[in-house]
Nanobody, 126 residues
Framework: QVQLVESGGGLVQAGDSLRLSCAASGRGFSSNAMGWFRQAPGKERAFLATINWSGDSTAYADSVKGRFTISRDNAKNTMYLQMNSLKPEDTAVYYC???????????????????WGQGTQVTVSS
């Protein structure tokens, strides 16, 4: 059984930084590409960043490019999202997601992800 648990969210001020973590359980963490998404109230869940199985290929949404960095530590079964220069419009629930076993290629498409965490709230005040 695959489980994803996000942590690291909270309330910060504009310009601050946060690092989100996504701890994964279950087989084959290093055999899957993973990603981060977010959902603001009244909006659809939106792609933020994706990383391939080995961590050497990443992609970002234009809205976070240059501010957010995705990474993973396969030895720790954990993925991260470093968020810098946070803005009030970054306020949302942040979700990590994992592709099915053996799908190693990073993808921006939400439907390509099989497993999802429960989300962690990030609130950025102005």
């Amino acid at each position: 059984q695959v489980q994803l648990v996000e942590s690291g969210g909270g309330l910060v001020q504009a310009g601050d930084s946060l690092r989100l973590s996504c701890a994964a359980s279950g087989r084959g963490f290093s055999s899957n590409a993973m990603g981060w998404f977010r959902q603001a109230p009244g909006k659809e869940r939106a792609f933020l960043a994706t990383i391939n199985w080995s961590g050497d290929s990443t992609a970002y949404a234009d809205s976070v490019k240059g501010r957010f960095t995705i990474s993973r530590d396969n030895a720790k079964n954990t993925m991260y999202l470093q968020m810098n220069s946070l803005k009030p419009e970054d306020t949302a629930v942040y979700y990590c997601a994992r592709r099915a076993w053996g799908y190693t290629i990073a993808t921006t498409e939400r439907y390509e992800y099989t497993y999802w965490g429960q989300g962690t709230q990030v609130t950025v005040s102005s």
